[in-house]
Every structure is written in structure tokens, then in C-alpha cells.
């Protein structure tokens, strides 16, 4: 079977969090869970790296703005991780050639931290910081279900990831539309009560000539 379902959706997965796609491989690799899975990320010093930034990336993540900040930051690691866990899939497949899945896995990771990312800032537009954490939650179940769904049923787990991608990717554009029309009222308002300020000034209101 073509490992490409298998690259997709890990690929969606390191868009969201790529160290918790890199952890959940190599243990379900080095448990013997599937044989899909390359030497490269069972070695032990790559899951105690990707065990301790996934821990890193589990409290930065809910913390409002900060999150941004991360996020900005993971966009040059994430699409890479995405592509190189793509590239090592297809290495140890065998049915894939590993440009190729690299370049699907990476392209995806991208679209899929775009959309995590533009909806992190819209939520750190609320007041309150528990729509962080529950986003937050949310998105490691997610991308934990979706991995381990992938090692049984790779084309299951892409049709859901696909799905989820192009709904975030709806959503997203959903949200900047409202974010725009919030600011564009927002500096209408301000404008407004300057304009009432100006008017009721020395030169103007009751106390004008």
C-alpha cells in the first residue's frame, strides 16, 4: 500500500504540534506497534528531545500571546519537521518517492500551521484565556487520534485530517473577515468621538463664540 495516506496526515498533524508527531512515532515504532516507522526517530535521544519540547510546547501553548509568539517561530521548524518525517516514511516504505512525500508532508505541515496559527491570534482577541487551553487540548487530542489512527488506517486518518484541513482553513477565513469588520467599526467609533471631542472643544459647543 502506498505510505502517501500516512504522510498526509502526519503531515497535517506536524502543522499542529510536530513534536508530539515525532514522539508518538518513534514509541509506537519502538514498542513494535507498526513497522512503518524508520530506526531514525526510535532512537532515544530523539524522543527524549521530542518528549521534552513537546512538554516546552504544552505550556507555552496556552498561554495567551505567547502562543503567537511560539507559532511564529514554528513556522520555520514545522513545515521542515513535517517534511522530513514525510521523507523518512516513504524512505522506509519503499512505494513513495521521498522528494516527493517531503514535499507533500511539508506543503501540508504549512497550510496546517497557517491555520493554527491565524486562529490562535483570533482567539487571543477574547478577554479571557480559557478558549487557549481548551484550543490547546483540543489540538493534541487531534493530532495524538489522528497519528495513531494513521498507523492502523493511514486512509482513514488522511480522509479526517483532510477534512479537518479544509474546515480550518473555512474557519480561518471566517474569523478575518470578523476581525476586520470588528477593527473597521472599531476605528469608525474612535474616529467618531474624536470628531464629538473636537466639536465640544474651545472653538466649538458652549464654549465656542
Known sequence: MSV?????????????????VVLLLGLLGAAGVTDEVPETLQQPEVLIAAGALFMVEAVVDKVPYLDSMWDTVSTFIRPVVGGSVAALLAEQSGSMEELTAGAVGGSTA???????????????????????VVASIAEDLGVGSVITL??????????????LLVLGLVLLFFLAHRIRRFRRR???????????????GPTGGEYGP
Do not use: D
Not at 122 to 130: L, T
Not at 150 to 163: D, E, K, N, Q, R
Not at 188 to 200: F, K, T
Open 186 to 200: 472599531r476605528r469608525a467609533r474612535r474616529i467618531e468621538r474624536e470628531r464629538q471631542r473636537a466639536a465640544s
Open 110 to 132: 504549512l497550510a496546517s500551521h497557517i491555520v493554527k496559527a491565524g486562529t490562535r491570534m483570533a482567539i487571543n482577541a477574547s478577554p479571557e484565556p480559557f478558549s487557549n
Open 150 to 163: 494513521a498507523v492502523f488506517h493511514p486512509v482513514a486518518a488522511a480522509i479526517i485530517a483532510g477534512v
Open 4 to 20: 502517501l495516506p500516512l504522510v498526509f496526515a502526519s503531515g497535517w498533524a506536524s502543522g499542529i504540534n510536530a513534536y508530539a
